[in-house]
């Protein structure tokens, strides 16, 4: 059973960029059957995608954060990879890695990750 | 443009609980919908997707339904355990992109 864990700073400062990075074990990033997302979740309140990525480098992301952010992946190391530029205090939240099965296999958030948080503060 | 859900609902032990989740013709009435549980301080797990399809670890006593533009999960016998919060989730082919509904908390009495 793949298993996702996710890294980074947990506090940044506002105006420069967040990264995080989420490390996939127990079973390959390069499968064609699944996309890898990003979502966060602001303390107290709801999920928030961000983006996804698929293994040929296609990306979909969130139209309110699309000119902030970029997501890469990394087959060698199966890892993934978010960067939010430009922070603030709003994008204070927990970051959450998970795994997409592809619309032919089911379209869902089947596996996550335990979750990072970030706090953006001076 | 999220999926609307209603922030609460109250039942009592052993009851069953329906929880909703309205979208549009782009989101939940073209792809269907998926359903997460997400207990206090953990990540969201993953109950029901393509409408009606459960992984293989959750309970029979969870069903989900959709009609139109609206999902529905159902959960019968309510068990202290089923207190939570559950979000619906869905692809929106105009926006090329997921929306989340607001979650509802469940609260078992």
């Known amino acids: 059973q793949v298993q996702l864990q996710e890294s980074g700073p947990g506090l940044v400062k506002p105006s420069q960029t967040l990264s995080l990075t989420c490390t996939a074990s127990g079973g390959s990033i390069s499968s064609g059957d699944y996309y890898w997302s990003w979502i966060r979740q602001p303390a107290g309140k709801g999920l928030e995608w961000i983006g996804r990525?698929?293994?040929?480098?296609?990306?979909n992301y969130n139209p309110s954060l699309k000119s902030r952010v970029t997501i890469s992946i990394d087959t060698s190391k199966n890892q993934v990879s978010l960067m939010l530029s430009s922070v603030t205090a709003a994008d204070t939240a927990v970051y959450y890695c998970?795994?997409?099965?592809?619309?032919?296999?089911?379209?869902?958030?089947?596996?996550w990750g335990q979750g990072t948080l970030v706090t953006v503060s001076s | 443009a999220g999926l609307t859900q209603p922030p609460s609902v109250s039942k009592d032990l052993g009851q069953t609980a329906t929880l909703t989740c309205t979208g549009n013709?782009?989101?939940?009435?073209?792809?269907?919908a998926a359903w997460l549980q997400q207990h206090q301080g953990h990540p969201p797990k993953l109950l029901s997707y393509r409408n009606n399809n459960r992984p293989s670890d959750i309970s029979e006593r969870l069903s989900a339904s959709r009609s139109g533009n609206t999902a529905s999960l159902t959960i019968t016998g309510l068990q202290p355990e089923d207190e939570a919060d559950y979000y619906c989730?869905?692809?929106?082919?105009?926006?090329?992109?997921?929306?989340f509904g607001g979650g509802t908390k469940l609260t078992v009495l």
């Open positions: 990525i698929y293994i040929s480098g296609s990306t």
């Open positions: 013709s782009n989101n939940v009435g073209n792809q269907g």
């Open positions: 989730s869905a692809w929106d082919t105009s926006l090329t992109a997921w929306v």
């Open positions: 998970a795994r997409v099965v592809v619309p032919t296999q089911g379209h869902a958030f089947d596996i």
